[in-house]
């Protein structure tokens, strides 16, 4: 905007090519502008485009993909938006990350005194601004919708300017009390003039005689048009119908070369003849609802909602149905009822009682004269002129520790996330040096034998296996193992095991807690072995780590009642056995043991087979270093022995 001479005021429209409603309303605007004040520049923009060349192409092109092939899409976004507050704010978010800056540069260069936003995320962003304090001049935001106002209305703007009345409660609640004011449509004067049907239908080279018909799809020419143009021609006193593809220009040749033989049928692309068609119409069925339903209304234009059921499309055509503004069908069969029914009984033109309220102004019959006067509502120039500077920006240090809370909460989030995580081990074993232990460098021909089993089960099977003579390490998954077990333990000369379960979320930080207390209960001192059954997360092994616990996994995980390998296992591996102390899982245990024999290997406990003496430290690694363990209780082959 170039610099304007002193005394002139300079107002900046920010506008999108979202649908054609938004862009209508910025042009209203202008024009109004411009006729009522000479003193006054107002310069049009593409505010989702100034928002930086991210933004655009993934609002502007993914909406238009979503409405034209998968609108069921939209819905759920739109759902999620309104019901999911993290939702919200992530989209929110989202746009000011990558729109504000951009946008700040762009509203600098032309140096308003008031700004003006018609869409939506533009508004988003630019009460962003305001309230920080980088925009120092009113805002104003327009609103043309009815419901679903969570994008809509924001506390960083000044003042709202509202279409409906029954949208004002609702706008108060987000923005305040005072942040809102209903004003007349922003429609262009077009429609506000007074038409003949007869010679816009001429005009239009439409017959004069029978019923004449709009289908709209909007600016985007999106929703059901084609069954909806299939139906209407089955109504037998339609003498013609005008199908509005908007700039899809896809559409248009699809439905003017399939209605080509039809006369009734008149396909248009985007036009500027609205206020004719308008005019010349008995009825409108429309499928996005916005802007265009208040041109119908202003005209005195029945209106029948159809064809694109989905987002707030949906929602804000329902609330205007409730308020008896326009017709929704919900088939084509609604569809013609609607339409037979509206010429007979019309919708009336919006009055102020309901939500329309500048339209019923302007072309309501004047109210008889026992009736009270109606205050006329203001123009939206005269109340975007006199915007008040109502947002107070927030203090420099306010926003400074949002966001240094908000990447503090982030890194909080994303820390607890790796260290839960086992997807990390990699991590571990290459940097940390945590190498889990899984089988034992030795010249014996003997396996460790690891025994994962109840706690009440552990002096059965700890005696069953005695009497074949096989020891082994039981690993039990209770913090404080019986009395019962560590007596067992103690006269079958076997090895007790602390046992970390691992998994979970944050549950890795009671790790060191748990480890001491069972080795405590077994009687060992700070360096040990413990069975790391799942997957371990990092932090566990970390945590461990710290302790002077060494991870053990095992070569083998075996279940007892399932039959054992044959000739895979090989000397100094560690084999895990997981019993449910059953008959058959003791059976199957030593149908394992049997078979080691059989192919010339012995089972014994992990701290036998390492060699240690009574809880030495320990060193140990899965790559072939000699592991040296702790251990409690003699080994089997220092049984043997004395």
Not at 427 to 445: C, E, G, K, M, Y
Request: one cysteine or more; aromatic letters at 6%; hydrophobic letters at 45%.
């Amino acid at each position: 905007m170039p610099a304007s001479p002193p005394g002139r005021r300079r107002v900046l429209i920010l506008s999108a090519d979202v649908g054609e409603g938004h862009a209508a309303a910025a042009r209203a605007l202008s024009d109004q502008i411009q006729v009522a004040r000479d003193d006054v520049d107002v310069t049009v923009i593409d505010g989702l485009a100034a928002m930086g060349r991210l933004l655009r192409p993934v609002v502007e092109d993914g909406y238009r993909w979503q409405l034209r092939f998968m609108p069921w899409t939209y819905t759920v976004v739109y759902w999620l938006l309104e019901h999911v507050a993290p939702v919200r704010w992530y989209a929110r978010w989202s746009l000011c990350s990558f729109g504000a800056r951009p946008l700040a540069r762009t509203i600098a260069k032309h140096q308003p005194d008031i700004v003006v936003s018609t869409y939506p995320a533009v508004t988003v962003v630019l009460a962003r601004l305001r309230r920080r304090g980088i925009v120092d001049c009113p805002t104003v935001a327009t609103i043309t919708d009815l419901t679903g106002l969570f994008f809509w209305a924001q506390p960083g703007i000044d003042l709202h300017l509202a279409m409906y009345e029954d949208s004002l409660d609702s706008v108060r609640r987000i923005a305040g009390d005072d942040s809102v004011e209903l004003v007349q449509p922003l429609i262009s004067a077009a429609f506000l003039e007074a038409r003949s049907s007869l010679e816009a239908r001429a005009a239009l080279g439409l017959p004069v005689a029978g019923r004449s018909l709009v289908v709209s799809g909007g600016g985007w020419g999106v929703g059901d048009l084609e069954g909806a143009v299939k139906e209407l021609c089955g109504i037998e006193d339609v003498t013609s119908i005008v199908c509005l593809t908007g700039r899809n220009e896809a559409l248009y040749r699809r439905l003017d070369g399939a209605f080509a033989d039809d006369p009734r049928i008149h396909v248009y692309g985007f036009t500027d003849r609205m206020p004719d068609l308008l005019a010349a119409a008995d009825a409108l069925v429309h499928s996005t609802g916005g802007v265009t339903c208040l041109e119908a209304m202003a005209t005195g234009t029945p209106v029948i909602s159809y064809g694109l059921p989905v987002g707030h499309a949906r929602i804000n055509t329902r609330a205007m149905a409730d308020l008896r503004l326009v017709r929704l069908a919900h088939d084509t069969r609604e569809l013609r009822e609607h339409v037979e029914a509206s010429f007979d009984s019309p919708v009336p033109p919006a009055t102020i009682a309901g939500a329309a309220a500048g339209i019923a102004a302007a072309v309501a019959e004047p109210p008889p004269a026992a009736a009270p006067p109606r205050a006329r509502l203001p123009h939206a120039v005269d109340v975007v002129l006199a915007a008040p500077r109502r947002v107070r920006p927030l203090p420099v240090w306010r926003p400074r520790v949002l966001t240094a809370g908000l990447q503090l909460t982030l890194v909080l989030i994303a820390g607890a996330w790796a260290m839960s995580t086992g997807e990390l081990n990699a991590f571990a074993s290459s940097v940390l040096h945590i190498h889990p232990l899984t089988n034992v460098p030795t010249d014996q021909r003997q396996v460790a034998l690891i025994i994962r089993t109840p706690d009440a089960d552990v002096a059965r099977v700890a005696a069953e296996l005695a009497r074949d003579g096989v020891h082994a390490s039981f690993a039990v998954p209770v913090a404080n193992p019986s009395s019962l077990t560590l007596a067992s333990l103690r006269t079958n000369a076997d090895e007790g095991l602390p046992s970390e379960q691992g998994g979970g979320l944050l549950r890795w930080v009671l790790v060191p807690h748990r480890l001491h207390e069972q080795a405590h209960a077994f009687g060992l001192r700070r360096h040990f072995y413990f069975l790391q059954s799942g997957k371990p997360s990092l932090g566990g092994l970390m945590l461990a780590r710290s302790t002077g616990a060494t991870p053990v996994t095992g070569a083998w995980h075996l279940d007892a009642r399932q039959p054992p390998p044959q000739g895979e296992i090989r000397a100094g591996d560690v084999v895990v056995v997981t019993l449910d102390g059953s008959e058959s899982s003791v059976r199957g245990a030593e149908r394992l043991v049997a078979t080691l024999r059989a192919e010339g290997l012995g089972a014994e406990s992990l701290a036998s087979l390492t060699g240690s003496a009574l809880s030495p430290t320990i060193r140990a690694s899965s790559s072939g270093e000699r592991a040296t363990g702790a251990a409690t209780f003699p080994s089997s082959s220092q049984a043997s022995a004395s």
